[in-house]
């Protein structure tokens, strides 16, 4: 399984951006695809997380009302839509698969086998 970021740039505060992962030698897109960030000196932090073959959908405090999470399934690609970007969401932007079905959010670091190498994102 390999999953690869893309996406991530700099952008000023107010913008949109578009993260992509594209996730290769995965047959289990109903289980469950998130994003996480990490800035400089702090903890990996939830962002989204989509489920039950998408009809789960579930955001962080941060993330709700402004980033948006989806599937692209027939071109392999878990997808982050990012609006009214603020310098507190800099950070390093990674995607993570489950290798078991979630029947609800999975939101913690523990609940996702798979990584990406991450993405920059920088909000300034």
């Known amino acids: 399984v390999q999953l690869v970021e893309s996406g991530g740039g700099a952008v000023e505060p107010g913008r949109s951006l578009t993260l992509s992962c594209a996730i290769s030698?995965?047959?289990?897109?109903?289980?469950?695809m998130g994003w996480f960030r990490q800035a400089p000196g702090k903890e990996r932090e939830w962002v989204a997380s989509i489920y039950r073959g998408g009809d789960g959908i579930c955001y962080g405090d941060s993330a709700q009302g402004r980033f948006v999470i989806s599937q692209d399934k027939p071109r392999s690609m878990l997808i982050l839509q990012m609006n009214s970007l603020k310098s507190e969401d800099s950070g390093m932007y990674y995607c993570a698969a489950r290798r078991t079905y979630a029947a609800s959010c999975p939101r913690n670091s523990n609940d996702f086998t798979y990584w990406g190498q991450g993405t920059q994102v920088t909000v300034s």
């Open positions: 030698g995965y047959p289990y897109f109903s289980y469950g």
